[in-house]
């Protein structure tokens, strides 16, 4: 339930509808973080932009880049951006089968050993701190150039702000995703003591 009362429609100036409409049209749906996000529209644009970002082409195959987002919103427990991200890596043709597996890419078969390299760093880079070990980024290096572990590095950079925003703001998953929805710890805890 998200800790922040969520902008109504007509609580939102006219840039803010139209940016609502657009993000209806490409999603479906009202995207709850923008709906927060309003509170202060001069961040919106920044924060529209780096969500352009992170799905935007660049060097990096976007399979690699979404595996790795995927990744970081499974250890910073963000549902929304794991049921959001789902949804947008399975349409540009990211396999089900291996974002089901990411939480154990390194012993699962599906992935590549540039697949299991950026995972390993994304593993890294998200922890507090971020810095991946010397036998970590040499193994990327291997597999990556400099301007695509740049492009990797910044992707999860973006999607840890997005998770921590999301998760902060208590902003779960909408449902736009086929595949399981993630269940926080505390939500397993939860419906056990209910039962």
């Known amino acids: 339930m998200p800790r922040v009362k969520p902008v109504e429609n007509d609580e939102m100036g006219w840039f803010m509808r139209s ?3 657009l993000a209806r049209r490409k999603m479906g749906r009202d995207p709850m ?11 919106l644009l920044p924060y529209a932009c780096l969500g352009a970002f992170a799905q935007g082409r660049t060097q990096l195959p976007a399979q690699v880049r979404a595996l790795a987002m995927h990744r970081a919103a499974h250890i910073n ?4 951006c794991i049921d959001y991200g789902q949804a947008v ?9 291996k974002l089901r597996a990411v939480q154990d890419y390194a012993a699962s078969p599906l992935f590549t ?8 760093y ?8 971020g810095r991946p070990g010397d036998d970590t980024f040499a193994e990327l290096r291997r597999h990556f ?7 990797l590095t910044a992707a999860l ?7 921590r925003m999301n998760a902060a703001l208590g902003v779960e998953q909408q449902g736009f995703c086929e595949l399981p929805a993630y269940r926080s710890p505390a939500m397993v805890a939860g419906a056990a003591a209910e039962a």
């Open 19 to 21: 940016l609502m409409w």
């Open 77 to 80: 427990g963000c549902s929304w």
């Open 89 to 97: 890596s399975q349409q540009a043709g990211t396999d089900p089968a």
């Open 113 to 120: 050993p540039a697949e299991r390299a950026a995972l390993a």
């Open 33 to 43: 973080p923008l709906r927060m996000m309003a509170h202060n529209p001069r961040f």
């Open 157 to 163: 950079a973006a999607e840890a702000f997005f998770n």
């Open 145 to 151: 150039n400099d301007a695509q572990i740049v492009e």
């Open 122 to 129: 994304a593993d890294e880079v998200t922890q507090v701190g």
